[in-house]
């Protein structure tokens, strides 16, 4: 018959054991043992970010600031990319974020300057919005310059358009912006969000045209 003192002893000496080998792995295994706790660890990391980085990506973050939610959310919610007889529409991460994935990591170390400015109240009131409107649609319309209206094109692109079931004006337009190099952005400003006072003005002054 064991004894309790034995059997009290075999089940404390067996986690002792267990205890050694997590916290002191002998030295025949500390590859392994490093290696998997680095993968676990790895994948935890990088899970958490992928959670973190969709979750800030949807048009529920975007709107929870009343900043947005009252102003271009409300503008938007006029516009054909919100509303249409397809059905198909148009978030806000659709078109100021983008869909590969080192442009978007910048997109999104970029936003750190929104978060600054909403602390700091920059934009807080409908007022000051329309103070800053023509500085952040530049800065917006200068972003789709420099990247050839990428978000735009995951939509809307050049190649994939029919000319002969457009009306004739775009038909007209879209064949002098493919002969002159031209993006969407050099004629398509303002069809989500209001145009900014003297905005033709100043985009003549910086892209001419």
């Known amino acids: 018959m ?3 003192t034995e059997r009290k002893g075999g089940i404390l000496g067996f986690v002792a054991c267990v205890w050694n080998v997590l916290w002191r792995p002998s030295v025949r295994y500390p590859v392994a043992v490093l290696a998997g706790g680095g993968i676990v660890a ?10 973190a980085l969709e979750a800030t990506n949807t048009e529920t973050f975007c709107i929870s600031c009343h900043e947005m939610r009252d102003n271009p959310y409300k503008e938007l919610k006029t516009t054909v990319h919100f509303k249409n007889r397809t059905g198909v529409r148009a978030t806000c991460p659709d078109c100021h974020v983008p869909k ?23 934009i807080d009131t409908p007022e000051k919005y329309n103070t800053n409107r023509l500085a952040m649609a530049t800065n917006v319309w200068d972003g789709m310059k420099r990247t050839d209206s990428r978000e735009c094109r995951n939509c ?4 994939s358009m ?6 004739r004006p775009a038909k007209r337009k ?9 993006t969407c952005i050099d004629c398509h400003q303002g069809i989500a969000h209001e145009l900014p006072k003297d905005w033709k003005q100043a985009w003549k002054a910086k892209w001419g045209g």
């Open 2 to 4: 064991v004894d309790k």
């Open 42 to 51: 790895g994948v935890l990391f990088w899970g958490g970010f992928h959670w």
């Open 100 to 122: 590969i994935w080192q442009y978007k990591i910048v997109r999104k170390i970029q936003a750190s300057n929104e978060v600054l400015h909403k602390v700091l109240g920059t």
């Open 156 to 159: 809307h692109d050049f190649v």
């Open 162 to 167: 029919d000319p002969e079931v457009q009306v």
């Open 174 to 182: 879209h064949a002098e912006a493919i002969q002159g190099k031209q």
